[in-house]
């Protein structure tokens, strides 16, 4: 950990977000551009139509693998010519250039870059970039908090809870079928991420394949485009400008944020449990928990999550409206607000991670949901209410306000109340029976439906 890092992803939390160095670093960046180059330059020994790149040797093709994999005094070496060049893109090809020329290779180091733009290489690091974080990184990390989330929702899924609207208190539930509601919405977002597009262009200058074309006017660029970027494993997008449009860097942006905010409306939640005393929170040994009250154990976990997922999606809020929009051809301010991207999926990755440890500090309190129950009798007012409706008698809703809205309720007062209907003896003795903590209607189920289906 770095006391001097300005930013707390890369200084108090640095071993945390570590896993995400490797494809949202400014390392990642340089070593993804190259990669692009050398796939390219590879590409073009492989097409028999373009003449100028002869075909490689065996040995030269595993060369070329090695500068790809092998890159760490390499990024420090494009950063030493970008201080003269003051073109990041450019320093990798000169770095590349040396590299190739001190080898077999130096009659093909002048093809680096051949027909192409900037963005043509930055588009296609970028989406390898962050297909790679979100696919190796971040989704596992939401996939693993799910699976906690079933397991809790599973194992509570017939625990009687209080529920409330307004802050007071309502119609009982579960306390699994409060947290399957948080799976099934996270679930549903973290689906349309898994399946998000990661496009790329490669077209040139102003995207018409203008120097493709005087050089090798034959040749089927469209089809040689297509082919070269999906075989990086990103979606082709035949028609821009100089740049990708970045819709799809929006798209995911907005699906990152959605997945946060479902998130973040969980914390919320579990933070107000705590608070409630339905669950207690497991003493880690030697921790503090306020500096002048020592019985304190406080929800930080969650709380972290919270300022992190919205710092989160203050950036992807931003980057959405922001990348799609560029003047005419391109302006430069694109690839300042990219740099930012790997931030916003770095501090809803540590949200992640601190929502699924604070998970795993909780203990459901059995005792105080029940007496949460049974101290509101006056949550079966609707229950009577609407078997009341059901059989026809009169002012059903308003004889229940009367009797309970604003006062205590009693089980006793309930039943002589409930007694005194012109009930059914059957209907009557049902509602008897019932209980704050039975009266749950299909919770439970729904909970152990919905968390099978999580599994599955």
Avoid at 138 to 154: C, D, I, S, T, Y
Avoid at 358 to 368: E, F, N, T
Avoid at 428 to 449: D, F, I, S
């Amino acid at each position: 950990m770095s006391l001097w890092a300005v930013s707390p992803l890369d200084g108090r939390y640095a071993d945390k977000t570590a896993p995400l160095r490797e494809y949202l670093s400014e390392w990642a960046l340089i070593k993804y551009r190259a990669l692009v180059q050398l796939r390219w330059l590879r590409a073009m020994s492989a097409q028999p139509g373009i003449s100028h790149v002869r075909a490689f040797t065996p040995a030269e093709a595993l060369l070329l693998e090695k500068i790809e994999s092998a890159f760490d005094q390499a990024a420090e070496r494009v950063k030493a010519i970008e201080a003269l060049t003051n073109h990041d893109s450019k320093a990798v090809e000169y770095y590349l250039r040396e590299r190739l020329e001190a080898t077999s290779l130096a009659d093909v180091a002048g093809s680096l870059h051949f027909a192409c733009t900037s963005d043509d290489i930055n588009n296609l690091a970028y989406g390898l970039m962050l297909r790679g974080a979100l696919h190796e990184v971040w989704q596992p990390a939401a996939r693993e908090l799910l699976g906690a989330l079933v397991k809790l929702a599973r194992d509570t899924a017939a625990t009687p809870m209080l529920a409330r609207t307004h802050g007071q208190a309502a119609t009982p539930t579960s306390l699994g079928k409060e947290i399957t509601v948080f799976v099934y919405r996270l679930r549903r977002q973290l689906r349309q991420i898994e399946a998000q597009d990661y496009l790329g262009k490669f077209n040139g200058a102003v995207g018409a394949y203008n120097a493709h074309i005087v050089a090798y006017p034959d040749l089927d660029w469209l089809a040689i485009s297509r082919q070269f970027v999906q075989g990086l494993g990103l979606t082709h997008n035949p028609l821009s400008t100089q740049i990708e449009a970045h819709d799809y860097l929006a798209e995911l942006a907005h699906g990152l944020m959605r997945f946060n905010t479902a998130l973040l409306d969980m914390c919320h939640d579990m933070w107000s449990y705590i608070s409630l005393g339905y669950f207690r929170q497991q003493v880690v040994a030697g921790e503090t928990g306020s500096s002048t009250m020592p019985h304190k154990v406080n929800p930080i976990d969650f709380e972290n999550a919270e300022a992190n997922l919205g710092i989160s999606n203050a950036l992807f809020a931003h980057l959405a409206d922001k990348l799609p929009i560029s003047r005419l051809q391109r302006d430069l301010s694109d690839s300042s607000a990219l740099r930012n991207f790997g931030v916003a999926i770095g501090h809803s990755y540590l949200a992640l991670l601190t929502v699924r440890r604070g998970l795993g500090k909780l203990d459901v309190d059995a005792v105080a949901l029940a007496a949460d129950l049974d101290n509101n009798w006056q949550l079966l007012a609707e229950a009577v209410q609407t078997v009341m409706r059901k059989h026809h008698l009169p002012e059903a809703y308003e004889q229940l306000k009367a009797l309970t809205r604003g006062q205590p309720i009693t089980r006793e007062r309930l039943h002589g109340f409930i007694q005194a209907l012109e009930l059914p003896a059957a209907e009557k003795q049902r509602l008897l029976q019932l209980t704050p903590a039975t009266y749950l209607g299909l919770a439970g189920e729904l909970a152990a439906l919905a968390t099978k289906e999580a599994a599955d």
